[in-house]
């Protein structure tokens, strides 16, 4: 727990799996009676705002962290994972400032993103706002990519196929 002096806490957590979350380090959840707040954790650092990891003994060294992130995750399997709950809801959104992108994405051996197709769809839905990219999974196993140019209403999208002028690898 904090003192007044230092302001600091360290959430170890319990282990007991009574906890609500279930096994959760720290909780502004209180039972039973639900309580909600504002923020679930405001958290202000020089270096890095809040530092996640679901590994064990993870390097908490601060040149690790890039100075200026709000929050760094590091994970085993994902750092960071967002789910909407709402039929429309966004799992993760990103705005860039001053100019700069809304989402920069990197990775040491491999593709940088991967859109997960979608299997239910045949062709792009009528609905759609400008700027979304959809991939649609045929049952030979092909995949496309779509990209919106117009929509906002309900039945107004405009979807293009991507066409691609170069392969590489086992295309047929």
């Known amino acids: 727990m904090a003192s007044e002096k230092d302001h600091s806490f360290i959430a ?17 959840g209180l039972t039973p009676k639900a309580r909600f707040f504002d923020y679930g954790v405001n958290a202000l650092g020089k270096t890095c705002g809040v530092f996640a990891s679901s590994q064990l003994g993870a390097d908490r060294n601060v040149t690790a962290v890039p100075r200026g ?6 994970g085993n399997a994902v750092g960071v994972y ?3 709950q709402a039929s429309r809801g966004v799992g993760i959104k990103g705005a860039g ?8 994405f990197g990775s040491f ?13 045949t ?17 030979k196993a092909q995949a496309s990519l779509w990209f919106c140019t117009r929509g906002q209403g309900p039945r107004d999208a405009c979807w293009r196929r991507v066409a691609f002028d170069e392969t590489v690898g086992g295309c047929t």
Request: aromatic share 4%.
């Open 123 to 139: 062709r792009p839905p009528r609905t759609g706002k400008a700027g979304d990219l959809l991939v649609i999974q045929d049952p």
């Open 69 to 74: 992130v709000g929050v760094y995750a590091l």
């Open 82 to 84: 967002g789910e909407a």
């Open 12 to 28: 170890t957590g319990p282990r007991e799996a009574d906890t609500d979350p279930r096994f959760t380090g720290f909780s502004t």
């Open 97 to 104: 400032g001053n100019g700069g992108p809304g989402g920069e």
């Open 109 to 121: 051996r491999g593709p940088q993103l991967r859109l997960l197709p979608d299997n239910n769809l």
